[in-house]
């Protein structure tokens, strides 16, 4: 059974901290996705990776950045968290691009409010 | 620019009827689509998907149509069921690159007894 595990689901954080999120994947997946989850947005694409060591901007990735030290756990840093940055952040992974195996599953998600 | 549409932020349905939920997309380079149902406070679910060579996929109570002349694609629920209550994000892909999923804003399906 898939399974995308997310550090934390609830965190509060001060405005100027540093914040890391945590997600593990243990299926083998190449590739993984954060987003964030804003009312009358949907979902956002932040960074995604697809391969160890390797990542890409999505299309909101100012403000963050990733690790990706190992193939199943790939990190979102916030490097001094603003209070535009409270969200919901959803971690996925997919297996290979391209066709049904690009499916993505999804993490429970972290809800972070930033004071 | 939106390329993936949900235009119905909410959509209401009585039980045991059928729920449509519509989505509509503008790049014609999307070659794969896919459901996803999301309770609060939870992530998403993967709930179906179809190939742009189909034009329709079906897995229980859900079937999924595929209009590539109209680039529109919905989401049937036959009979919708209370536990169906959740926000439905349509997403697309245009394969070839982990450049992840396209989504739309989401429809809130609220089944009403």
């Known amino acids: 059974d898939v399974k995308v595990t997310q550090s934390s689901r609830y965190l509060v954080k001060r405005t100027g901290e540093k914040v890391f999120l945590e997600c593990v994947q243990d299926m083998d997946h190449e590739n993984m996705f954060w987003y964030r989850q804003d009312p009358g947005l949907g979902l956002r694409l932040i960074y995604f990776s697809y391969d160890v060591k390797m990542k890409e901007k999505g299309d909101i990735p100012e403000g963050y950045s990733v690790s990706r030290e190992k193939k199943e756990r790939f990190s979102l840093i916030l490097e001094s968290a603003s209070t535009n940055q409270t969200s919901m952040y959803l971690c996925?992974?997919?297996?290979?691009?391209?066709?049904?195996?690009?499916?993505?599953?999804f993490g429970p998600g972290t809800r972070l409010l930033v004071l | 620019d939106q390329q993936v549409k949900q235009n119905s932020p909410s959509l209401s349905v009585q039980e045991g009827r059928i729920s449509i939920l519509n989505c509509d997309y503008t790049n014609s380079m999307f070659d794969y689509f896919l459901w996803y149902k999301k309770y609060p406070a939870e992530g998403p679910t993967f709930l179906i998907s179809i190939s742009s060579i189909k034009d329709k996929n079906e897995d229980g109570r859900f079937t999924v149509f595929l209009n590539k002349s109209a680039k529109h694609l919905s989401l049937h629920i036959v009979p919708s069921q209370p536990g169906d209550s959740a926000v439905y994000f349509c997403a697309a892909s245009s394969g070839g690159g982990a450049d992840g999923l396209t989504f739309g804003k989401g429809t809130h399906l609220i089944i009403q007894p």
């Open positions: 996925a992974s997919s297996l290979v691009s391209g066709g049904p195996q690009e499916t993505q599953y």
